[in-house]
């Protein structure tokens, strides 16, 4: 979508869909759950575990951070990454409330 059309949608929305665009590839959400699972920062052992070239890994992180899912600090040549807690908790929010929002029992087909 086109920048001049995003700004006739909320905050909010624009939000959302940044955060649910970034998590919309599926070596981006087993990159966030390698990270998850490791339950600490990690250096370079991503490549290790994706059937994926560095340089497309790298990509996806390059995204995942943009949104600020994840977090990245360089620790000599390598940079080490895991998930942004305050961003994880925003799309925590964000999604409760988004999924809350209809009620199942009213079905209107």
């Known amino acids: 979508m086109g920048t001049t059309k995003t700004i006739k949608f909320s905050e909010i929305q624009n939000r959302k869909a940044e955060l649910y665009k970034a998590l919309g590839h599926p070596a ?3 990159i966030i759950e ?3 699972n490791q339950n600490s920062c990690v250096c370079g052992d991503i490549v290790d575990e994706l059937p994926l070239s560095q ?3 790298s990509q996806h992180l390059a995204a995942l951070k943009a ?3 994840i977090k990245g600090e360089i620790s000599g040549v390598k940079t080490c990454y895991c998930i ?3 961003v994880w908790s925003e799309l925590d ?3 409760r ?3 809350n929002s ?4 009213n079905k209107c087909c």
């Open 28 to 30: 981006r959400i087993a």
């Open 102 to 105: 209809y009620d199942v029992k």
């Open 84 to 86: 942004d807690e305050n």
């Open 67 to 69: 949104v600020g899912i």
């Open 34 to 36: 390698f990270l998850i």
């Open 55 to 57: 340089s497309t890994i």
């Open 93 to 95: 929010s964000m999604t």
């Open 97 to 99: 409330m988004f999924m």
